[in-house]
C-alpha cells in the first residue's frame, strides 16, 4: 500500500511539472490574450472570467484525491492534436486557435495523469475560457455588422412605438434636431460575449438536461441583443426628450454598466422561469457539486505508458514550437503602390487617401485609392489593399460586412467570373443602394497568385499556404462604379469587367502571384 502511494504521489508531481512547462511556452501567447483584454472592450471581461474558472477549479478540488484509469490513452491523443493545432496556429498567426488549443492540451494532460475522474475536474473550467478568448477577425466582423443593423432596427422600432419621428438611413438614426449613428462600439458585442460566458455559467449551476443548458445560452444571447436596442432607444429617447449631450459622455458610459448588470438580472429571471419546481431545487447541484471522492485502489496500478508518451511529447513540442516561432515569414518583393499606373483601359486616375482612423482599423501594408475617369463617364473607383503577411488584426475586412457600416444597403449580391487572359477568376458582385444612389461593386481576394471570391474559401488558403509556403501576404481588390440615370447595371457592368481585364496584367507586379 505504501508503495503504491509513493507511485501515486511520483505521478502527481509530474502533472504540474508539464504544466508549468506549458504555461510557460504560452507566456508570448497570454500577453497577446491580456493585450486583447485591455485594449477591446469587448474582451474586457476577460478577467473575470478567468476568476470564475480559477474558483471551479477550487471549488471541485476534492475531485483530485481520487484518479482512474480510463481514457489515459484518450488524453494523448488530445495532446497531440492539441499540439499540432498550436503549432500551426503559430506558423499562420491565428491567435484564437493557440489559445484553444492550451484548453484542450490542458484537459488531455489532465485525463493522462487521472483518468476521466481528473477530466470531470478540469471540464467545467476550460468550458468557460473560450467564451474569453477574442474570436477570428472575420467573424467579429459579421457579428459586429449584422448587430450594428439588427440593433438599429429594433431600436427605431422602439422609438416609433414611443410616437417619436424617426427616419432610419443604415445605421443612422435620424430623429430631425439630431442624428444618432450606431457605430462598432455600439453594437453590442461588449454585451453579447460576457452574456453567453454568463450564461454557460448559469447551466452549470442547475441540475437539468443538456438541452436545457442550450436553452440558457440561447436566451442570454437573445437578451444580450433586445437589451442593447434598449439602451439604444432610451438614448435617442432621452435625447430627444432633454438635450443631445445627455447621449455622450459619463452617462453613456454609466449607461452602459447599468444596462449591462440590468440586462444579467433579465436573463436570470428568464432562465429562471425556463426551470420547474424540482430543477429549480437543485440550485448549487450542478458542477459545483462533486461526488465524495473513493478511496484510492491500491490494486489499479498507474498507467505508465501514456504519461511517459506525454514526456516525450513535450520534449518534441517544446523546441518544435521554439523553432517554428523563430522561423521569418517570407516577404516577396513587390513595387509599392506609389508607382502603380495611374492610366488603366484609357482613363485617367485621380489618388485619393483613406482618412487615418480607416488606415489604423484596416492595417494594412500598403494601399492605392483612386478615381479612374474618362470624359464624362461615371469614374471606375479603384481600391487595393495589401498585406505582406496576415495575422490577427491585420487581413483584408470584406467588404460584404463593411458595406451596411456606412449606411448602405446590399441589394444584390452574386458570384461571378471574370477573365484574366485565358484564365477565369472569380469574384463578388454586390449591387448597393443608399437612398436614391446606387452603386456597383466588383471585389475578390488574392492570395501568392490564387484569386478567390469567398472570404471563408480565403482563410483556408491562407491556413494552407501557411502549410506549404513560408508565405502569408495578400491583398482585397475591389472596383466600384456609380450607377444611374446616365450609366445603367449593365453598361456598369460591362465597364468594370473591361476594366478588370486591364486591371490584371498590371497587378501581379504590385499583388505578387
Not at 471606375?380 to 487581413?395: H, I, K, N, R
Amino acid at each position: 500500500m505504501e508503495l503504491a502511494l509513493q507511485r501515486i504521489e511520483r505521478t502527481r508531481l509530474l502533472l504540474p511539472v508539464l504544466l508549468c512547462l506549458l504555461f510557460l511556452l504560452y507566456i508570448p501567447d497570454g500577453a497577446l490574450l491580456w493585450g486583447a483584454w485591455v485594449n477591446v472592450e469587448e474582451f474586457s471581461h476577460g478577467p473575470l472570467m478567468l476568476a470564475v474558472a480559477l474558483y471551479l477549479l477550487w471549488a471541485r478540488r476534492s475531485l483530485l484525491d481520487s484518479f482512474d484509469t480510463r481514457g489515459n490513452w484518450v488524453g494523448l491523443v488530445f495532446c497531440g492534436i492539441a499540439g499540432a493545432v498550436y503549432a500551426l496556429a503559430i506558423k499562420a498567426g491565428i491567435e484564437n486557435l493557440r489559445h484553444l488549443s492550451l484548453f484542450l492540451m490542458i484537459l488531455g494532460l489532465f485525463v493522462i495523469f487521472g483518468g476521466i475522474t481528473y477530466g470531470r475536474y478540469v471540464l467545467p473550467s476550460l468550458v468557460l475560457l473560450p467564451f474569453v478568448v477574442p474570436p477570428p477577425a472575420f467573424l467579429n466582423a459579421n457579428l459586429t455588422y449584422g448587430l450594428q443593423l439588427l440593433s438599429t432596427d429594433m431600436s427605431v422600432g422602439m422609438l416609433r412605438f414611443a410616437g417619436l419621428s424617426v427616419f432610419q438611413d443604415g445605421n443612422i438614426i435620424d430623429m430631425g434636431n439630431i442624428k444618432l449613428a450606431v457605430v462598432e462600439a455600439c453594437a453590442g458585442l461588449r454585451y453579447l460575449y460576457p452574456m453567453i460566458g454568463l450564461g454557460v455559467l448559469l447551466a452549470m449551476i442547475f441540475d437539468i438536461p443538456l438541452w436545457k443548458r442550450a436553452l440558457f445560452v440561447v436566451l442570454a444571447a437573445i437578451v444580450s441583443v433586445i437589451m442593447n436596442s434598449v439602451r439604444i432607444f432610451l438614448t435617442g429617447a432621452f435625447a430627444e426628450w432633454t438635450d443631445t449631450a445627455i447621449s455622450d459622455g459619463f452617462f453613456h458610459l454609466f449607461e452602459g454598466w447599468v444596462f449591462f448588470l440590468f440586462s444579467f438580472i433579465v436573463m436570470l429571471g428568464v432562465c429562471y422561469l425556463t426551470l420547474n419546481r424540482k430543477e429549480k431545487a437543485t440550485i448549487g447541484g450542478g458542477v459545483l457539486k462533486v461526488s465524495a471522492p473513493r478511496e484510492l485502489q491500491p490494486e489499479k496500478p498507474t498507467r505508465w505508458a501514456p504519461i511517459i508518451g506525454a514526456m516525450i511529447f513535450f520534449a518534441l513540442l517544446v523546441p518544435g514550437v521554439l523553432m517554428i516561432r523563430n522561423i521569418e515569414p517570407e516577404i516577396p518583393e513587390r513595387r509599392a503602390f506609389n508607382s502603380f499606373p495611374l492610366k488603366i483601359d484609357n482613363m485617367i486616375a485621380e489618388e485619393d487617401v483613406l482618412p487615418g482612423v480607416e488606415q489604423t482599423i484596416l492595417n494594412m501594408s500598403d494601399y492605392f485609392l483612386g478615381h479612374y475617369r474618362e470624359a464624362n463617364a461615371a469614374p471606375v473607383t479603384l481600391f487595393v489593399a495589401y498585406y505582406d503577411q496576415q495575422s490577427a488584426g491585420s487581413t483584408p475586412h470584406s467588404p460584404r460586412v463593411c458595406i451596411p457600416s456606412g449606411g448602405w444597403e446590399i441589394e444584390e449580391l452574386s458570384e461571378i467570373t471574370l477573365m484574366n487572359g485565358q484564365t477565369t477568376v472569380p469574384a463578388n458582385r454586390v449591387m448597393v443602394t443608399h437612398g436614391e444612389n446606387r452603386l456597383l461593386v466588383y471585389y475578390w481576394f488574392k492570395q501568392r497568385g490564387k484569386y478567390i471570391a469567398n472570404e471563408y474559401a480565403a482563410k483556408f488558403n491562407l491556413l494552407w499556404g501557411s502549410l506549404s509556403s513560408e508565405r502569408t501576404d495578400g491583398a482585397l481588390i475591389r472596383l466600384t462604379m456609380p450607377v444611374d440615370a446616365s450609366t445603367s447595371a449593365a453598361a456598369a457592368d460591362a465597364k468594370l469587367t473591361e476594366f478588370a481585364r486591364e486591371l490584371f496584367t498590371v497587378l501581379p507586379a504590385y499583388v505578387p502571384d
